[in-house]
């Protein structure tokens, strides 16, 4: 499965924008999904994940309210509606697959990553 994120830019705080993940190769279907950020010299952190249903959806506490995970498998994409953006959610963000179809919080879980988008927000 290859991965491509994209939608990340410069954001004033307060604004939105919203990710994408496009997968090829192989329909993700039965993959769970995560995204997860990267800030500058900090661990590549959980932020939102979503089982191969999409019933099931998790949040870390600090985006919970204000991101939203979705997915359409019939498009092989993941999305994440980022509202409310915060200069503290200025990061690096990837798009991961697992093959076990839960929602993981452990990057080590995951399968597959993209290659991530820069997301800026500026106050």
């Known amino acids: 499965v290859q991965l491509q994120a994209s939608g990340g830019g410069l954001v004033q705080a307060g604004g939105s924008l919203r990710l994408s993940c496009a997968a090829s190769g192989r329909t993700i279907s039965s993959y769970g999904m995560g995204w997860f950020r990267q800030a500058p010299g900090k661990e590549r952190v959980f932020v939102a994940g979503?089982?191969?249903?999409?019933?099931?959806?998790d949040y870390v506490d600090s985006v919970k309210g204000r991101f939203a995970i979705s997915r359409d498998n019939a498009k092989n994409t993941v999305y994440l509606q980022m509202n409310s953006l915060k200069p503290e959610d200025t990061a690096v963000y990837y798009c991961?697959?697992?093959?076990?179809?839960?929602?993981?919080?452990?990057?080590?879980?995951?399968?597959?990553w993209g290659q991530g988008t820069q997301v800026t927000v500026s106050s």
């Open positions: 991961a697959a697992h093959q076990k179809g839960y929602i993981y919080r452990v990057r080590e879980m995951y399968d597959y």
């Open positions: 979503i089982s191969r249903d999409g019933v099931s959806t």
